[in-house]
């Protein structure tokens, strides 16, 4: 079983900048992704941005040129670097690692929660 906690969530003006971890405890195998989804009330998870074990990135166009994800498998942890935030930015953000290939697993952190506003 593999835990995803996550961290650096909090409160930034418009324009500012965040950065989110994602630690994952336990063995992650085989090709896999993880990434960063984000949530609004009332509404559907959402991919922000992933990134796969052999690093390949794939990011929502809405935040293309303001985010950026990396991942340090040694460490087996994913960072969303988040600049240029504005308000509609907010929501809360899960990170997320799965199996690509086989589809073994398919695991989620709790949640941080990204608050834009002046």
């Known amino acids: 079983q593999v835990q995803l906690v996550e961290s650096g969530g909090g409160s930034v003006q418009p324009g500012g900048s965040l950065r989110l971890s994602c630690a994952a405890s336990?063995?992650?195998?085989?090709?896999?992704?993880m990434g960063w989804y984000r949530q609004f009330p009332g509404k559907q998870r959402e991919l922000v941005a992933a990134?796969?074990?052999?690093?390949?990135?794939n990011y929502a166009d809405y935040v293309k040129g303001r985010f950026t994800i990396s991942r340090d498998n040694g460490k087996n942890t994913a960072y969303l670097q988040m600049n240029s935030l504005n308000p509609e930015d907010t929501a809360v953000y899960y990170c997320?690692?799965?199996?690509?290939?086989?589809?073994?697993?398919?695991?989620w952190g709790q949640g941080t929660r990204v608050t834009v506003a002046s």
């Open positions: 336990g063995r992650i195998f085989g090709m896999n992704a």
């Open positions: 997320n690692v799965r199996d690509t290939v086989l589809m073994r697993y398919n695991y």
């Open positions: 990134i796969t074990s052999s690093g390949t990135t």
